[in-house]
């Protein structure tokens, strides 16, 4: 039996969760994986609490529901670690992906999870404020995942999301690129 996995995207509207599960579906796809992605809104605008989506598989997947447990947890924001409880309903070893400064014991403690999850920090704000001058950790998270999905080479995050993002400017695109790279390269796994 295929096992599939389940991520599920904690973050504000305009940080890019939507658009960072979309990517993670296509460059998935692209490998050959069955995926999902979608999202789901309370209040749409910028700012308000949203989630986001993805499953992962090597067969078909039926299941049409949100995500209620887990494999992989993204939290784009910390601050809502305590408002959102990102942990709950998560499986007991999921991984959890945090746009933070702080160190991975810390953050296992105020995500209250257990010692069999694994916790990956990186500060995707700051990449973003000194790459191109903007909070936008979409990239860089993007870049952190690859380091969960190793199967599935960094360059093809940074082409897709770059495909994805072909309006903006070279000098933009570039910067996300780095971004990317950063990401991946500064994440801090515990």
Partial sequence: MNK???IR???RGGQGAKSASAILAEVLFEKGKHVQAFPEYGAERQGAPMRAYNRVS???IRCR?????PNVVV???STMIESEHPSYGAADDATYLVNSAEDTVVLRSRLGVSENARVIAVDATKITL???GQNRPNAPLLGALSRVFDDVPVDLFVTHFTGKMDKLSAGMLDANRRAILRGR??????
């Fill in 9 to 11: 995207w904690h973050g």
């Fill in 4 to 6: 599939t996995i389940e």
């Fill in 130 to 132: 000194q790459e191109f």
């Fill in 185 to 190: 390269n500064e994440a801090v796994i515990a």
């Fill in 75 to 77: 939290v784009v924001d």
């Fill in 58 to 60: 090597e067969a078909p």
């Fill in 65 to 69: 529901c949100g995500v209620q447990n």
